[in-house]
């Protein structure tokens, strides 16, 4: 089973505005990452953020993490056209596993 | 810097034949290695993973195999492909350090016919 789920499937916004995209996680963490994915391509790691960490911050992105509620938060701010495509989360299942969610489809209109 | 290739990028099979898809990794030692399928539209399934070579571990049980002959080379292989063996393959690799992240090779799109 997966251990993240993304919320929504997915999700279209119109260029400048914020996008969020939410996971949930079954078991206890040591960090959490999120990737990007786009159409046919390979993902790219986006940002990691370790359990002890409530936010973190990369350029446009924030991300937050709820131990408590096992979930945790990819904001996207001011969106961009090329800001188009699917975003994950991931959690290690084990120290050599990384166990993707389902994702979030992200369209950005111009 | 650390790169990976993952060769080809397309591929067109009968079912019955069987399958080659070779990854490399380079500018790095020791990697940890990894094969993901995606279903399109859906998320990474978790093939196999490898910590060193010839050490190799099987996700879910099916028609393929991998296979680490040198320590940056990561081979996925099948006798004989099935209709559901098609799917977007994907390779990555990470350094030994728990919680790294995973860099992802270009994929590649095999389609069984």
């Known amino acids: 089973s997966q251990q993240g789920e993304e919320d929504p499937q997915a999700l279209s916004i119109q260029e400048g505005e914020n996008a969020t995209m939410n996971c949930s996680y079954k078991?206890?963490?040591?960090?959490l990452q999120w990737y990007r994915q786009n159409s046919g391509r390979g993902l790219v790691h986006l940002i990691l953020?370790?359990?002890?960490?409530r936010e973190k911050h990369s350029g446009r992105l924030r991300v937050t993490l709820d131990t408590s509620k096992k979930s945790s938060s990819l904001l996207i701010t001011a969106s961009r056209a090329a800001d188009t495509a699917s975003y994950f989360c991931?959690?290690?299942?084990?120290?050599?596993?990384?166990?993707f969610g389902s994702g979030t489809r992200l369209l950005v209109r111009p | 810097s650390q790169t990976i290739h993952q060769w080809p990028a397309t591929l067109v099979q009968p079912v019955g034949s069987p399958l080659s898809l070779e990854c490399t990794v380079e500018?790095?030692?020791?990697?940890?290695l990894y094969w993901y399928r995606q279903a399109a539209g859906r998320g990474l399934q978790l093939l196999f993973y490898?910590?060193?070579?010839?050490?190799i571990s099987s996700e879910v049980p099916q028609n393929l195999s991998a296979s680490r002959p040198q320590d940056r080379q990561f081979i996925l292989s099948s006798k004989k492909l099935l209709l559901s063996d098609s799917g977007f393959y994907l390779c990555?690799?990470?350094?030994?350090?728990?919680?790294?992240?995973?860099?992802f090779g270009n994929g590649t799109r095999l389609t069984v016919t």
């Open positions: 990555a690799w990470s350094v030994k350090a728990d919680g790294s992240p995973l860099h």
């Open positions: 078991t206890s963490i040591n960090n």
């Open positions: 953020i370790r359990s002890n960490e």
């Open positions: 991931a959690t290690w299942d084990s120290s050599y596993k990384l166990i």
């Open positions: 500018g790095t030692s020791n990697p940890n």
């Open positions: 490898s910590v060193g070579i010839g050490q």
